[in-house]
């Protein structure tokens, strides 16, 4: 794991427990958190006591990001299983296809097939920063698709265009700044002058900003 936000209104519908998992092998061009591409420099967390956090959080659900999910599948499948038997709904971001990770569970990797199983809503595909998305929320690139895998959301479906992006910025009490959701790098510069320690935090490479880190 890279970095937790235990409520956030930015990372999905409604408020969320958000994830980053620290890992990626697909490394799209102009991605959010190239930090989060090797697989060290995370650390480690047991899922049930993440699920239990979020549970004190006060949120509706549960948002995977990173980093690549579906590349430890396992342990977030026990998580995502978890935060459904709870009640809270499952949100993950991948960079591979449905279709793709579909195979790959009817072939036998029943990780695959369990986090899928335990995912209300899927947003698939890679960040493509020649395709940028204005229009929908919380996606990068107009390529990404939603599958709305259980009812839980299915009521976005033809709503998505209202939802809005939001932009969240947090100050810790040594001044450190930290910014999760989307804005344009103007405007994230305009919101950070004057601030001192300027550093984005962790979000999907399924981000639709594609700049670089400030």
């Known amino acids: 794991m890279s970095h937790v936000v235990p409520v ?9 427990f958000a994830v980053w998992i620290q890992g990626c092998s697909i490394r799209c061009r102009g991605c959010f ?14 899922a ?3 699920v239990d956090e979020a549970d004190r959080s006060d949120v509706e659900g549960i948002t995977l990001l990173g980093g690549e999910p579906f590349e430890q599948a396992e342990g977030l499948a026990e998580l995502a299983e978890a935060a459904q038997v709870r009640g809270l709904s499952v949100m993950t971001f991948t960079g591979y296809l449905r279709e793709d990770l ?7 990797d029943d990780a695959v097939r369990r986090l899928l199983g335990a995912t209300d809503l899927l947003v698939d595909g890679p960040y493509d920063d020649a395709l940028p998305d204005l229009t929908r929320p919380w996606v990068g690139s107009t390529n990404q698709r939603f599958h709305f895998l259980t009812p839980r959301y299915a009521h976005l479906r033809d709503r998505l265009g209202t939802c809005n992006d939001r932009l969240e910025v947090r100050v810790t009490a040594e001044g450190q700044v930290s910014v999760n959701g989307w804005a344009t790098s103007d405007d994230l510069d305009t919101l950070l002058a004057g601030l001192g320690s300027r550093r984005r935090p962790p979000r999907s490479h399924n981000s639709r900003d594609g700049a670089d880190p400030v």
Not at 102 to 108: D, K, P, V
């Open 102 to 108: 579909e195979a790959r569970a009817a072939r036998g």
């Open 48 to 50: 049930l006591a993440l």
């Open 8 to 16: 956030t209104e930015a990372e999905g519908p409604g408020r969320r």
């Open 33 to 46: 958190n190239p930090h989060m591409w090797a697989k060290s420099g995370g650390r480690p967390a047991e």
